[in-house]
């Protein structure tokens, strides 16, 4: 490998004998921050929009939502092929081609005519963002091995302000300007990471041929998901339920042959029989999940249920982007302390009594002294979820794994948004059809809060598996099964050195 290619796994931060980490490695956190930062924005900002860009483009909140839901599919639908491009042209240039992506369709977003044209528009958006999240996962962990939760913790700060800023910067460009800003507000963003992407990530030159690409895998896998997803959102009417029984049929179709696979399968499935690993999947999904149902359920209880508008909600969602803050930034010592379970079931517990609250207000009316200590305490949980089992998840695998375990619990991990947020979007869509009063609509914000909370209950009860701590043990476990190798993308991996504290993710 060149000599500005970068070191295996975790030898740049495990360089340094007294714990302190090489500037390289803060210069590609830089980096991978901004991949972040850019998508959670766009994310934070469209997502309270919606009603405003249903009445500027003259269409229908239900055509508009798929702003929101065609970006989601379409992040889905790419996590497969990272593994594979990351193998076949390098990190840095697929992350350079993932902002340019991104940043060239957040224009076209801007330049959208129609309700479709956006939505279509938002689609290419999505493609080129579904990769910015792994992609910098994969550079940090690469770059710190098991320093990677200190890295990371650090790092999230900048990130954990896009919930906090994007709902109420929305809400000014709403009032003072056009909602094209909403996009426009991406361009100089991502011109300023591709400079830095270029400037400050390390070339790569692989020297081996990079793994084929299962085709068949991914003809099955990525329709099969997008099918799912759409007929699960539709699942009231006939055609959804028909959609929705030939993405299942193609996912099982998928499963059956990765099984027969193996190792050159598009996602080698063999990962999952690791009991960490698998738990800790299960973790992620449920987590990813919970946030983003929660994500659309509390703006739209503010704003349809509450009456405040798309500025005043901004404001009052802050403590739960403050709490989120405080966690990520004390997530090295906390699982340096207390260990993985007890940090990940732990908040996991905290943001399910933190949601009760909402069940409350449904119930009884609006009160701001209820509201703000209830989403910082859920800020300050759900944080604390998803970090630790990520950690387990990646140093229970051999190293030369990490490349299809980063695509797999990637996978997993974002099929959590769309299936829960579609569930409870559905028992509120079933609850609000019976024509009523504001109470009515009031109680339909309750039985949907109510089936936040039970998934909820199934997150903690999920985090109660896995480990205590990370001990040499857990990761050597694993590494008795046959190598899972993933050709040259295996330089892309994560140390799977026993972690207890700093380390991890």
Known sequence: MADDALPPTGAIAEAADDGRLDPS???IAAVALFGALLAQLDATIVNVSLSSLASDLHSSLSTIQWVTSGYLLALTLVLPLSGWLVGRIGAKTLYLWCFAGFTLSSALCALAWSANALIAFRVLQGIGGGLLAPMAQMMIARAAGRHMARVAGYMALPVLLAPVLGPIAAGAILQYA???WLFLINLPIGALAMLLATLLLPSEREETTPRKLDWLGLALLSPGLALFLYGSDKIGETAGRALLAVGAV??????WTAQRKGRD???DLRLFRGPIFLTSAITQFLSNGVLFAGQMLIPAFLIDACGRTPTEMGWMLAPLGLGMMVTYLLMGTLTDRFGIRAVSAGGAFLTLVATTPLL?????????????PALFLRGLGMSAVGLPSMTAAYVSVPRQDLPMATTSLNIVQRLGGPTLTTLCASLLA??????????TVSSAYAWAFLLLCGLHACTFL????????LTTQHAT??????ALQEGPAATATVSAHPTTGAGGC
């Open 25 to 27: 490695v803060w210069k």
């Open 178 to 180: 056009s909602w094209r």
């Open 250 to 255: 193609m996912m099982a179709a998928f499963v």
């Open 265 to 267: 399968a598009l996602v």
């Open 360 to 372: 409350y207000l449904a119930l009884h009316g609006f009160d701001l002294a209820v509201l703000v």
């Open 430 to 439: 079933w609850t609000l059809a019976s024509p009523g009063s504001s109470a």
């Open 462 to 469: 999920t985090a109660l598996r896995l480990p205590r701590r």
């Open 477 to 482: 476990q694993d590494q008795t099964a046959p």
